[in-house]
């Protein structure tokens, strides 16, 4: 590509499709809306259902949004979602493996009943989908894979050991990825959140020592806007990216450096 054909149209993602799993809540829904308003269709698998609330906000940027309720780590769930997803928009361009659980205990109390769970879904659960999705992405010649790490994908973990190895594989399997999909045209990156505020966060928000502990670490001085994930979601899936692989974008206000 000369320079002279860059344009903000590598940015658009018209014409493509995106499965994005958990994609009507949390950080998930600014993923799906995300992508609407640069131009996608989505789909989105999740075992929770918002009532229609993001089909209503990406019917507002004139796109379509297929739900799926399902339990992704349901035997064959996956490959069923994949191929659902072609049946339905035609194919599948992009994937956001967004979907994720976490539960605390301390190190002492935290067993194979937190753990396999964890792992269920924050791992094995992105690399089945990631694997069913590839086949039809290497078939076409293109594709985005973007995995949703974690500033604990560089940090211990206190109080949750399966999420900090959950989000350490997310890393790994992201780089395996890129390696084994980047002859194909498939880009596969990861994007690792830092604190941001929503639900899952509130009660560290509502406390002022703690509260302050999280500002105190970040150089921006302020907690992440949901929105603020939007655009490194956009640029990662577009075609704007066909270069970058294998990389994993904080998107944390700094915390990491300080």
Not at 246 to 258: E, I, K, P, S
């Amino acid at each position: 590509m000369d320079i002279d054909d860059f344009s903000l149209d590598f940015f658009s993602l018209t014409g493509k499709n995106a499965i994005v799993t958990g994609g009507n809540t949390g950080l998930g829904q600014a993923f799906s809306l995300a992508l609407a308003k640069a131009g996608a269709d989505v789909y989105v698998p999740s075992v929770l259902d918002d009532g229609g609330r993001t089909r209503e906000l990406i019917a507002g940027t004139g796109r379509r949004m297929e739900f799926h309720r399902i339990d992704l780590t349901e035997p064959g769930a996956p490959a069923q979602v994949a191929q659902s997803c072609v049946d339905t928009l035609g194919s599948v361009d992009i994937l956001v493996n967004s979907a994720g659980i976490a539960r605390l205990a301390a190190v002492e109390e935290f067993g194979r009943e937190q753990w396999d769970p964890m792992l269920s879904v924050n791992l094995t659960a992105p690399f089945e989908l990631g694997h069913a999705v590839s086949r039809f992405m290497i078939d076409q010649g293109s594709g985005k894979i973007i995995n949703i790490a974690s500033l604990f994908s560089f940090l211990g973990g206190q109080w949750s050991p399966a999420y900090a190895a959950s989000k350490h594989g997310i890393v790994g399997f992201t780089k395996a990825y890129c390696d084994e999909l980047g002859g194909h045209n498939v880009q596969c990156n990861a994007i690792a959140p830092g604190y941001f505020a929503t639900a899952i966060t509130e009660q560290t928000r509502a406390d002022p020592a703690t509260n302050q502990r999280v500002l105190d670490h970040i150089p921006a001085g302020r907690w992440g806007e949901v929105a603020d994930l939007m655009g490194a979601t956009v640029f990662l899936a577009s075609a704007a990216s066909d270069y970058v692989n294998g990389h994993v974008l904080t998107v944390d206000g700094g915390y990491l450096t300080r």
